[in-house]
């Protein structure tokens, strides 16, 4: 029996088979790599290509098994039959998929799947063109990294709607059937998307006008932090304890919004000291300047400063004022180098920061008269 059964061919196959295969496994892991975890629906594409990838791998090896039966002269017929079997099965899946889902309309699960993965095509090709323009192409540029950021996001948002019109001139949708989805659209606008609506305007605003861009240092209300991701809906500011607060973009249009690196990236801080009232006022002032000069964040140009601001209750209040284009996202830290060594300096030449102290006096009163006899 084996005699007859060719089997180099049956080899080949198998080898052809295997390789196919790795070569889909392969095309498959590379397709997920690329697919970015804050891209629109993300797990879904990557659900999608494991289903795609399994039924290939299905496919390959039904048709090897296919083909090695019909290699064995004993089990020809048997391959023919299973051929058959299976262009029939094609044949009723090719019908239900062709079959309209609403009768007298060409809404059909073939349309809809053409539709999801049309769709799914353009996100993912707007997600690797965004990528690739700020790792590849922009990266070369001049341009700070919060302009980088506009340029790739404006040009995926042209690359999804430039898809979005393809799209409806390529599966044939009405453009008039689509006036009563814009209309309804709008009602829905009016009625309780306008909050969405509003983000996703203030994204937009946010983009062009740069009131703020990726790396600079904000507070908004009582989030501080630095500013991570700008997307069309909400801003990412991640804070010193590495919490991520997903801020809607409308509040950067409408509140108060302190910017520390707009612009500028030199900030100055104030650091209040307070002395005892017979100390030496100048050798103060000369300990903190020392102080600050000695301090490798604080700025050369503008030099720092001390400010003898009023006669406190119980100590004369100072306040050094230095510059500074670091620690800007840690300002506490500063200030802590700063208190550290003001105390050490203080401490080694004999400077007093004294208590709170308070008078009290006390005024004598006639003893009451005692009522009635002791017990």
Request: glycine share 8%; with cysteine; net charge positive.
């Amino acid at each position: 029996m084996w005699n007859s059964v060719p089997l180099a061919r049956l080899f080949l196959l198998l080898c052809l088979a295997a390789g196919i295969q790795i070569l889909v496994v392969r095309i498959a892991g590379r397709i997920r790599t690329r697919i970015a975890k804050n891209q629109p629906f993300a797990s879904q594409l990557g659900t999608l290509c494991r289903w795609l990838a399994g039924f290939a791998s299905v496919c390959i090896w039904l048709l090897a098994t296919i083909g090695a039966l019909e290699l064995v002269p004993q089990t020809e017929s048997l391959a023919q039959q299973l051929l058959g079997l299976g262009a029939r099965l094609v044949a009723l899946i090719e019908a239900l998929l062709s079959r309209p889902l609403v009768p007298g309309t060409g809404i059909t699960i073939h349309w809809i799947l053409e539709i999801i993965v049309f769709i799914s095509v353009v996100l993912l090709l707007a997600g690797t063109a965004r990528r690739v323009l700020l790792s590849r192409i922009l990266g070369k540029t001049p341009l700070d990294p919060g302009a980088r950021h506009a340029v790739a996001t404006v040009a995926q948002y042209l690359i999804v709607g430039l898809g979005c019109l393809v799209g409806v001139n390529t599966l044939g949708i009405n453009i008039n059937a689509l006036s009563f989805l814009a209309g309804a659209i709008g009602v829905g606008v009016g009625l309780g998307l306008q909050n969405i609506t509003n983000n996703f305007i203030s994204g937009i605003i946010i983009l062009f006008e740069r009131p703020i861009k990726i790396g600079d240092r904000i507070e908004v209300g009582e989030v501080n932090g630095d500013v991570v991701h700008i997307a069309a809906r909400s801003t990412t500011v991640r804070t010193n304890d590495n919490i991520a607060i997903i801020i809607p973009n409308s509040s950067f249009i409408s509140s108060n919004v302190i910017n520390w690196s707009h612009g500028d990236s030199k900030v100055r801080f104030r650091v209040p000291v307070q002395v005892a009232y017979d100390s030496d006022i100048r050798l103060v002032e000369n300990l903190l300047l020392e102080v600050a000069r000695a301090n490798e964040n604080v700025l050369e140009d503008p030099p720092p400063r001390v400010i003898f601001k009023e006669f406190g209750e119980s100590a004369l209040k100072f306040e050094l004022r230095v510059w500074s284009s670091r620690l800007l996202n840690r300002r506490g830290v500063l200030i802590s180098q700063l208190n550290f060594a003001i105390f050490e300096k203080f401490k080694d030449r004999g400077i007093r920061i004294p208590y709170p102290q308070r008078d009290v006096h006390i005024t004598p009163h006639d003893r009451p008269t005692n009522q009635g006899p002791r017990p």
